[in-house]
């Protein structure tokens, strides 16, 4: 009964939103990407590479999803070359990313069809996995029960369940309960996930705490060439101070112009950078910087300034690797929950952020911990801790090799992870 109301809900569900998703199609090319995979249509031909080994499907929602569990896949290749690696995305950043950074591992890319027990059981006949993995808190009652019923183990990893989201799953206990029911492994990060999962109905002897596969980054080499090309495209000269803010959304911009301002007034050769989170705000960022009234350029277009707006994909991990600070976005306004703060701290940068953070709590208190992460409470405050790192050079680099220290000393979830998700295969 459970099901058959929650098959009933999204159903009206996707039916109602149709006019919307239509409107987006027609104005934002990414809503118009993949519309067939995403109601169960996949072309066979994405297939062909699956033949002559187990099939693994790995669904991760976006990019950061992505970027964090490919050398989980990468260690789990290198134990089982046999398998083949089928891998789903929500968003077209993350399919475009998982094809750039996962060539050579993911044997078939595809869209994550939406939870209908139709369209899930089409894509699910035509795979045949052997094993279906989701990353974080993918949570899909129809795929899970279509796993299940097909014989293949659903795995949680790097799992992780907000307060808010627990108690959602506690107040729905009755549906949910048995949704969990049917996972053959959780992979918490945290002690505090793990109770979270036992709670949500995960069964204890099914559990573990494996860590944050997110501290084990491994960003793909960086030539040489093409880092001193691009700080060259946006005008990074020596001895310019380069603050980059990454991944930014609406409410944000304006706060770090206003910060970036004041810094201007103090210091020489300060250069920032915004890299918007979202594409289709990239117009909209131009116009809001042009409004603040800098010197301002896009990487797109070329062209030297005191502003430059990061208008392409796939360069921010680039552009930290040569930045005085960063600034990660998300966590400035509420609502978002932040975003990976150890993207930068990889690179031994000082990692600045606001305080509306819950998805990376966590990893910003680890930071504090070790004095590698600096959390503001509002505009005032980001302009204050920008400046203290800017007077003081050597501050400036402790406080990033902290961050570097706090990346290093957490890494091994991602060999825990692969080696946990391997001998559930070989069972």
């Known amino acids: 009964m459970a099901y058959f109301l929650y098959n009933i809900l999204i159903h009206l569900s996707v039916i109602v939103l149709i006019p919307y998703f239509l409107l987006k199609m027609l ?56 398998i083949k690696i089928v891998f789903s995305t929500v968003t077209a950043t993350g399919n475009r990313t998982a094809e750039k950074e996962g060539k050579g591992l993911i044997d078939a890319l595809i869209y994550f069809p939406l939870d209908l027990p139709w369209a899930v059981r089409r894509v699910a006949r035509m795979i045949r996995p052997a094993m279906f993995i989701v990353v974080e808190k993918e949570i899909w009652p129809n795929a899970f029960r279509t796993m299940y019923d097909m014989g293949a183990p659903v795995i949680i990893v790097n799992g992780t369940i907000s307060d808010r989201t627990a108690r ?81 959304h609406p409410g944000e911009e304006e706060m770090v112009l ?62 930290y690797s040569f930045s005085d600070i960063a600034i990660v976005g998300g966590s400035l306004v509420p609502g978002i929950g932040g975003h990976n703060l150890l993207e930068p701290a990889y690179f031994g940068k000082p990692v600045v952020y606001g305080a509306h953070l819950t998805t990376y ?41 902290n961050a570097k220290k706090v990346v290093e000393e957490n890494r091994g979830a991602a060999e825990r992870t692969a080696a946990a998700v391997e001998r559930l295969l070989r069972s």
């Open 27 to 82: 104005t934002a090319k990414k809503y118009r990407e993949g519309i067939p995979e995403r109601f169960g249509f996949v072309d066979k031909s994405k297939l062909k590479n699956l033949k002559g080994g187990k099939v693994v499907w790995v669904h991760a929602v976006s990019v950061g999803e992505t970027k964090a569990v490919l050398p989980v896949l990468r260690l789990l290749k290198r134990k089982r070359p046999d």
């Open 168 to 248: 959602r799953y506690g107040h729905l206990a009755f549906f949910f309960r048995g949704v969990f029911s049917k996972v053959s492994l959780f992979l918490a990060r945290t002690d505090d996930d793990l109770k979270k999962a036992l709670s949500s109905g995960v069964k204890a002897e099914r559990a573990q705490v494996s860590g944050n596969i997110k501290f084990d980054l491994a960003p793909s080499l960086m030539d040489s060439q093409f880092v001193a090309k691009l700080k060259e495209a946006i005008g990074v000269a020596p001895g310019t101070k380069v603050i980059t803010a990454g991944s930014t």
């Open 258 to 319: 206003d910060a970036f301002k004041a810094l201007s007034a103090e210091f020489d050769n300060l250069k920032l950078v915004i890299a918007p989170r979202h594409p289709e705000r990239f117009s909209e960022v131009e116009g809001i910087i042009k409004k603040a009234g800098f010197d301002f350029a896009r990487r797109s277009k070329g062209g030297r300034a005191e502003v430059v707006l990061l208008d392409s994909i796939g360069e921010l991990m680039t552009v």
């Open 361 to 401: 709590l966590g990893m910003a208190e680890l930071l504090e911990k070790e004095g590698g992460g600096i959390r503001t409470g509002g505009e005032k405050e980001l302009a204050e801790a920008l400046k203290a790192l800017l007077s003081n050079e050597f501050n400036m680099k402790r406080t990033g090799a």
